[in-house]
Protein backbone atom coordinates (compact mmCIF):
# COMPACT_ATOMS: atom_id res chain seq x y z
CA UNK A 1 0.00 0.00 0.00
CA UNK A 2 1.87 3.10 -1.24
CA UNK A 3 1.35 6.31 0.54
CA UNK A 4 2.42 8.46 -2.08
CA UNK A 5 0.57 9.16 -5.39
CA UNK A 6 1.01 11.27 -8.37
CA UNK A 7 -1.92 13.33 -7.38
CA UNK A 8 -0.15 14.31 -3.99
CA UNK A 9 3.25 14.56 -5.67
CA UNK A 10 1.70 17.46 -7.92
CA UNK A 11 0.24 19.06 -5.45
CA UNK A 12 3.04 19.06 -3.04
CA UNK A 13 2.08 16.87 -0.50
CA UNK A 14 3.71 13.14 0.17
CA UNK A 15 1.16 12.67 3.22
CA UNK A 16 -2.54 12.16 3.32
CA UNK A 17 -4.21 15.40 3.77
CA UNK A 18 -5.47 13.60 7.38
CA UNK A 19 -1.57 13.30 8.27
CA UNK A 20 -0.34 16.62 7.37
CA UNK A 21 -4.01 18.04 9.25
CA UNK A 22 -3.18 16.23 12.71
CA UNK A 23 0.83 17.03 12.23
CA UNK A 24 -0.19 20.59 11.84
CA UNK A 25 -2.72 20.91 14.73
CA UNK A 26 -0.30 19.46 16.71
CA UNK A 27 2.06 21.37 16.28
CA UNK A 28 -0.08 24.49 16.21
CA UNK A 29 -1.82 23.94 19.37
CA UNK A 30 2.02 23.58 20.95
CA UNK A 31 3.02 26.36 19.49
CA UNK A 32 -0.41 28.18 21.27
CA UNK A 33 0.85 26.83 24.19
CA UNK A 34 3.94 28.73 24.13
CA UNK A 35 2.19 31.48 22.72
CA UNK A 36 -0.13 31.87 26.10
CA UNK A 37 1.95 31.62 28.88
CA UNK A 38 4.23 34.19 27.08
CA UNK A 39 1.21 36.38 27.44
CA UNK A 40 -0.74 35.17 30.28
CA UNK A 41 2.42 35.52 32.33
CA UNK A 42 2.44 39.31 31.78
CA UNK A 43 -1.03 39.42 33.27
CA UNK A 44 -0.38 37.37 36.35
CA UNK A 45 3.22 39.29 36.63
CA UNK A 46 1.75 42.10 39.71
CA UNK A 47 -0.18 39.56 41.29
CA UNK A 48 3.01 37.04 41.26
CA UNK A 49 5.35 39.86 42.58
CA UNK A 50 3.43 40.88 44.97
CA UNK A 51 2.96 37.89 46.67
CA UNK A 52 6.67 36.51 46.39
CA UNK A 53 7.34 39.87 47.33
CA UNK A 54 10.26 40.41 45.13
CA UNK A 55 9.57 43.87 43.23
CA UNK A 56 13.49 44.05 42.46
CA UNK A 57 13.54 41.00 40.50
CA UNK A 58 10.02 42.11 38.48
CA UNK A 59 12.11 42.79 34.88
CA UNK A 60 13.69 39.72 35.02
CA UNK A 61 10.91 37.75 35.13
CA UNK A 62 10.07 38.24 31.54
CA UNK A 63 13.77 39.15 30.62
CA UNK A 64 15.10 35.71 31.36
CA UNK A 65 12.32 34.05 29.58
CA UNK A 66 13.22 36.24 26.37
CA UNK A 67 16.53 36.11 26.47
CA UNK A 68 17.24 32.18 26.50
CA UNK A 69 14.03 31.86 24.11
CA UNK A 70 15.73 34.55 21.66
CA UNK A 71 19.22 32.33 21.88
CA UNK A 72 17.81 28.89 21.29
CA UNK A 73 15.47 30.08 18.56
CA UNK A 74 18.38 29.76 15.85
CA UNK A 75 20.29 27.11 17.35
CA UNK A 76 17.91 24.42 17.87
CA UNK A 77 16.38 25.51 14.17
CA UNK A 78 19.86 24.65 12.89
CA UNK A 79 20.28 21.63 14.74
CA UNK A 80 16.86 20.33 13.67
CA UNK A 81 18.49 20.99 9.92
CA UNK A 82 20.75 18.30 11.01
CA UNK A 83 18.92 16.22 12.70
CA UNK A 84 15.41 15.08 12.84
CA UNK A 85 12.75 18.01 13.90
CA UNK A 86 11.10 15.06 16.26
CA UNK A 87 13.21 14.91 18.71
CA UNK A 88 13.39 18.49 19.06
CA UNK A 89 9.55 19.42 19.32
CA UNK A 90 9.37 16.42 21.95
CA UNK A 91 12.25 17.74 24.01
CA UNK A 92 10.60 21.34 23.82
CA UNK A 93 7.59 20.35 25.39
CA UNK A 94 8.95 18.12 27.90
CA UNK A 95 11.25 20.95 28.87
CA UNK A 96 8.60 23.51 28.74
CA UNK A 97 5.87 21.42 30.85
CA UNK A 98 8.82 20.72 32.96
CA UNK A 99 9.34 24.37 33.67
CA UNK A 100 6.08 25.41 33.57
CA UNK A 101 5.64 22.97 36.66
CA UNK A 102 8.82 24.51 38.25
CA UNK A 103 7.68 28.25 37.63
CA UNK A 104 3.87 27.34 39.34
CA UNK A 105 5.82 25.60 42.67
CA UNK A 106 8.14 28.89 42.86
CA UNK A 107 8.07 30.02 46.51
CA UNK A 108 10.85 33.32 45.60
CA UNK A 109 11.34 35.30 43.13
CA UNK A 110 14.68 33.86 42.53
CA UNK A 111 13.53 30.26 41.51
CA UNK A 112 11.11 32.25 39.32
CA UNK A 113 13.52 34.27 37.14
CA UNK A 114 15.53 30.51 36.85
CA UNK A 115 12.63 28.71 36.07
CA UNK A 116 11.27 31.13 33.54
CA UNK A 117 14.84 30.84 31.96
CA UNK A 118 14.23 27.07 31.54
CA UNK A 119 10.93 27.42 29.91
CA UNK A 120 12.42 29.92 27.40
CA UNK A 121 14.90 27.58 26.50
CA UNK A 122 11.74 25.28 25.95
CA UNK A 123 9.56 27.78 24.17
CA UNK A 124 12.50 28.76 21.84
CA UNK A 125 13.39 25.39 20.75
CA UNK A 126 9.74 24.62 20.14
CA UNK A 127 9.27 28.41 18.38
CA UNK A 128 12.60 27.27 16.22
CA UNK A 129 11.67 23.53 15.46
CA UNK A 130 7.85 24.30 14.58
CA UNK A 131 7.76 26.80 11.96
CA UNK A 132 10.47 24.73 10.10
CA UNK A 133 8.23 22.08 10.18
CA UNK A 134 6.10 23.88 7.94
CA UNK A 135 8.81 23.63 4.91
CA UNK A 136 10.05 20.26 5.76
CA UNK A 137 6.39 19.27 5.39
CA UNK A 138 5.31 21.40 2.58
CA UNK A 139 7.89 21.77 -0.04
CA UNK A 140 5.52 23.48 -2.62
CA UNK A 141 5.20 27.48 -1.49
CA UNK A 142 1.75 27.57 -2.47
CA UNK A 143 0.88 24.86 -0.50
CA UNK A 144 2.69 26.15 2.40
CA UNK A 145 1.59 29.58 2.62
CA UNK A 146 -2.05 28.16 3.27
CA UNK A 147 -0.62 25.85 6.32
CA UNK A 148 1.36 28.74 7.61
CA UNK A 149 -1.81 30.37 8.41
CA UNK A 150 -2.88 27.90 10.78
CA UNK A 151 0.43 28.65 12.46
CA UNK A 152 -0.11 32.00 12.83
CA UNK A 153 -3.90 31.94 13.66
CA UNK A 154 -2.92 29.80 16.80
CA UNK A 155 -0.67 32.76 17.41
CA UNK A 156 -3.56 35.26 16.82
CA UNK A 157 -5.80 33.70 18.99
CA UNK A 158 -3.52 33.16 22.13
CA UNK A 159 -3.48 37.05 22.30
CA UNK A 160 -6.73 37.44 21.78
CA UNK A 161 -7.17 35.15 24.83
CA UNK A 162 -4.40 35.83 27.04
CA UNK A 163 -5.71 38.70 29.11
CA UNK A 164 -8.66 37.64 29.94
CA UNK A 165 -7.14 34.02 30.49
CA UNK A 166 -4.66 35.67 33.05
CA UNK A 167 -7.12 37.61 34.93
CA UNK A 168 -9.26 35.15 35.16
CA UNK A 169 -6.38 32.21 36.21
CA UNK A 170 -5.05 35.34 39.00
CA UNK A 171 -8.39 36.15 40.10
CA UNK A 172 -9.55 32.77 40.57
CA UNK A 173 -6.75 30.30 41.02
CA UNK A 174 -4.29 33.02 42.73
Not at 105 to 111: K, V, Y
Request: hydrophobic share 55%; glycine share 10%.
Amino acid sequence: MALHTAAHHSSGQVLSFREFLMAMLGVSFVTMLVALDQTVVGTALPTIVAELKGFDLYAWVATSYLLTSVITVPIFGRLGDYYERKPFVIASIVVFTVASMLCGLANSMMFLVLARGLQGIGGGMLVGTAFACIADLFPDSVVRLRWQVLMSSAFGIANAVRPTLGGFLTQYYG
